[in-house]
T-cell receptor, first 116, second 112 residues
Framework: AQSVTQLDSHVSVSEGTPVLLRCNYS??????LFWYVQHPNKGLQLLLK??????LVKGINGFEAEFKKSETSFHLTKPSAHMSDAAEYFC??????????????FGKGTHLIIQP | NAGVTQTPKFQVLKTGQSMTLQCAQD?????MYWYRQDPGMGLRLIYY???????DKGEVPNGYNVSRLNKREFSLRLESAAPSQTSVYFC???????????FGQGTRLTVV
């Protein structure tokens, strides 16, 4: 079975400062990992994905994430926050084994607040 | 560039009424999903279809049924709506089950 834990329900940073959104996962197989962003009253947009290639993954809008198998983590970072980054962020794991109700499993989300 | 299209965008139902949420994708994806989103809960999988002709239960299937009508379309039916089904519903599709998913804009459903 797979699971995802987003360690912070809310993160608040000042504009121009670094962003760190933390995610730990549990998986029985070699997982695929994703970060999605959801702006208010919108659908979900893929930020980046890890699928067993490079462990440092670059995404859209200056975000990146590092896959650390030893720590079972996939934290999302950005060097300098922008007001438009204010949104809900979801860490997602997939280790579909073909035998059950897996597919994509979502974390509960981290609400990112950007202070002017 | 439609991607994943859901209808309707908003719906209010009375307890006990039935309705079907429609979803269509134009990306020739094999897999399709229905999720519900509730505050503080993230997205929870209701049902998914790994490929045309197959459907499987997700984490929270009770009270719902699905139909994979063809490769493009995957509908979600509430036979007898309950207030606990008030939620935002998202349809998604992906090339295969463990690949990135593309989401529709959501259906905000209120059951009174």
């Amino acid at each position: 079975a797979q699971s995802v834990t987003q360690l912070d329900s809310h993160v608040s940073v000042s504009e121009g400062t670094p962003v760190l959104l933390r995610c730990n996962y549990s998986s029985s197989y070699s997982p695929s990992l994703f970060w999605y962003v959801q702006h208010p009253n919108k659908g979900l947009q893929l930020l980046l994905k890890y699928t067993s290639a490079a462990t440092l993954v670059k995404g859209i809008n200056g975000f990146e994430a590092e896959f650390k198998k030893s720590e079972t983590s996939f934290h999302l970072t950005k060097p300098s926050a922008h007001m438009s980054d204010a949104a809900e962020y979801f860490c997602v794991v997939s280790d579909y084994s073909g035998g059950g109700a897996d597919g994509l499993t979502f974390g509960k989300g981290t609400h990112l607040i950007i202070q002017p | 560039n439609a991607g994943v299209t859901q209808t309707p965008k908003f719906q209010v139902l009375k307890t006990g009424q039935s309705m079907t949420l429609q979803c269509a994708q134009d990306m020739n994806h094999n897999s399709m999903y229905w999720y519900r989103q509730d505050p503080g809960m993230g997205l929870r999988l209701i049902y998914y279809s790994a490929s045309e002709g197959t459907t499987d239960k997700g984490e929270v299937p009770n009270g719902y049924n699905v139909s994979r009508l063809n490769k493009r379309e995957f509908s979600l039916r509430l036979e007898s709506a309950a207030p606990s089904q008030t939620s935002v519903y998202f349809c998604a599709s992906s090339e295969e089950v463990n690949t990135e998913a593309f989401f529709g804009q959501g259906t905000r459903l209120t059951v009174v």
